[in-house]
């Protein structure tokens, strides 16, 4: 919308907004995230919800503990190869639009327990990703410029055309397949369908 | 508390037949432990808790070991006759060690305010004779600490009520804390690998590069 036209009609006491930015602004400012704590990490997002540190003044007033009440799982903590099929299955069961932060190292990549005999490398291996943020454990501020990161994202999602949000395009999955316990990993180890290996050109 | 080898004999006395060894600690720690025979530990476990002077009635730490088969050598001087002069020579002799499985129980005493007293139980093998008795009936905090044992090492503990995995899966196979678990080749990239993560880096460039 024409900038001009937007401040003459504000003087004159007139507010105008597309539907997109009402949209958006509802959506961005009531974020409800699932009470989703699995190590380290979940000490720090609780230190983010409390006094000094409040997330609820961005709108994350009520953890849900239900995945079908929530749209944002902030993952907190190393994710073990046991515990992944069930972050997959929450995930699913949260309803579209849904968001995911990735909190911590150990969410993002392993972390310091990277070599571990039952530590996932990353949880993006399996699900789509919005935020990442490094820290071990992250500083509460973090967490909060975490969610204003995502904050931002949402806000330039459009409603139509190529960067609309996933729950308004039919083609886009919003449920990924659970991995199941094999062996001695899980199978599949990652979902090609999210997550590719790093590739290194190597010096031979 | 009174030292272990006077603890030792009183255990002997008290229980005929049990076949008890003071392992020396020669580290900074100088927690020396006792060793006990798999037959007789639960009757010398009974004894440790219930006894007046001793009670360790709490277990804060079970854990495990795994002794693989190790190499002894011994330099020994002996005497050989070569071309009609004796002379001293030094022959080193090889023992194998036969490796096995073992269970570390760390006891305090929560009445009588002391400790720690180490305990140790040793299994016959690393491979077919691989069972202990659990000591869960006399301290129940072992409950836990036997099936991480079970899941990581691989001891079945007799008597134990609930003896399943913990930590890994069900449906996991081996046991990923002895030293010769094969970990399944998921190497990733990382920007500054050295030590056992270089190794593994190698290997696994190496067997990417073969296929």
Redesign the interface.
Same mark, same amino acid.
């Given at each position: 919308m024409d900038e001009g036209l937007r401040g003459e009609l504000s003087r004159q006491g007139v507010f105008t907004a597309t539907l997109e930015e009402l949209y958006n602004w509802g959506r961005r400012n009531s974020i409800w995230p699932l009470q989703f704590g699995l190590a380290c990490c979940a000490i720090e997002m609780i230190a983010t919800t409390m006094a000094r540190y409040d997330l609820a003044r961005f709108g994350a007033e009520v953890f849900r503990p239900s995945p079908r009440q929530a749209d944002l799982m902030i993952v907190s903590g190393t994710v073990t190869? &046991?515990m992944a099929p069930q972050v997959v299955r929450l995930y699913n069961q949260m309803p579209e639009p849904k968001y995911v932060i990735a909190m911590g190292a150990c969410a993002i *990549?392993?972390g310091p327990f990277?070599?571990g005999?039952?530590v996932l &490398?990353g949880i993006d291996r399996y699900i789509p990703v919005d935020v990442y943020l490094p820290g071990c454990p992250p500083r509460p501020e973090a967490l909060l410029h975490a969610f204003m990161t995502l904050q931002r994202r949402i806000d330039q999602q459009q409603l139509t055309g190529r960067n609309r949000p996933r729950h308004l395009d039919p083609d886009a999955p919003g449920e990924f397949p659970v991995p199941q316990?094999?062996?001695?990993?899980l199978e599949p180890?990652m979902n090609p369908d999210v997550w590719h290996?790093? *590739?290194?050109a190597?010096q031979s | 508390m009174e030292s272990l080898d006077q603890i030792k004999t009183r255990v002997e006395t008290t229980i005929p037949g049990a076949r008890l060894e003071v392992i020396p600690n020669d580290s900074p720690a100088q927690q020396p432990s006792l060793l006990v025979d798999p037959e007789h530990a639960l009757a010398v476990a009974k004894f440790l808790r219930d006894d007046a002077r001793l009670c360790l009635d709490y277990a804060s730490n079970v854990t495990g070991v795994d002794w693989s088969d190790t190499v002894l050598k011994e330099k020994v001087k002996v005497k050989k006759v070569i071309k009609g002069i004796e002379r001293e020579l030094e022959q080193i002799t090889e023992t194998v060690r036969p490796g096995c499985l073992e269970a570390v129980y760390h006891l305090y005493s929560m009445t009588l305010k002391h400790g720690p007293m180490v305990l140790r139980m040793r299994t016959r093998n690393r491979s077919d004779q691989n069972r202990l008795p659990s000591l869960t009936p006399i301290w129940r905090g072992a409950e836990f600490q036997e099936r991480e044992i079970y899941d990581l090492f691989g001891i079945v503990f007799t008597g134990h009520s609930d003896l399943r995995r913990i930590?890994?899966?069900?449906?996991?196979?081996?046991h990923?804390m002895r030293k010769d678990?094969v970990?399944?080749d998921?190497y990733?990239?990382?920007p500054t690998a050295h030590d056992?993560?270089l190794e593994?880096a190698k290997r696994h460039?190496a067997r990417e590069a073969g296929t």
């Open positions: 190869r &046991k *990549s392993g990277k070599q005999y039952n &490398k316990y094999g062996a001695h990993d180890p290996p790093p *590739s290194v190597r | 930590l890994m899966w069900d449906g996991f196979q081996h990923p678990y970990e399944p998921d990733e990239y990382e056992e993560v593994k460039q």
